[in-house]
């Protein structure tokens, strides 16, 4: 079992950045490729991005590339997404995933572990 707890959600400008995190504990942090997915109100559960293990592949949603990056700190279990360039179409729950492979595409295609979600609202 891995338990995912997200944090750093909150309101932000159009146009500004924010930076949401997201600790794992249980079993081994680095063997899991990890990932972000949001859902907003009214929309299906949407992938945003993805890193594997090593922290060397990453890919991102349509929506986001460019403006959002994914990374990790295996030494601190934890998983970032640094948002800019921020829009209304952004506002959402962002929810962290975790998955056992090695494959980084295995986030997106089959997520295992998920965590309660932290919002982000961004005003125009």
């Known amino acids: 079992q891995v338990q995912l707890v997200e944090s750093g959600g909150g309101l932000v400008q159009a146009g500004g950045s924010l930076r949401i995190s997201c600790a794992a504990s249980?079993?081994?942090?680095?063997?899991?490729?990890m990932g972000w997915f949001r859902q907003a109100p009214g929309k299906e559960r949407e992938f945003v991005a993805a890193?594997?293990?090593?922290?060397?592949?990453?890919f991102y949603g349509d929506s986001v590339k460019g403006r959002f990056t994914i990374s990790r700190d295996n030494a601190k279990n934890t998983v970032y997404l640094q948002m800019n360039s921020l829009n209304s179409e952004d506002t959402a729950a962002y929810y962290c995933?975790?998955?056992?492979?090695?494959?980084?595409?295995?986030?997106?295609?089959?997520?295992?572990?998920w965590g309660q979600g932290t919002q982000v609202t961004v005003s125009s």
């Open positions: 995933a975790a998955t056992a492979s090695a494959n980084v595409y295995d986030v997106k295609r089959r997520p295992q572990y």
């Open positions: 249980g079993r081994t942090f680095g063997g899991y490729g």
């Open positions: 890193v594997s293990w090593n922290g060397r592949s990453t």
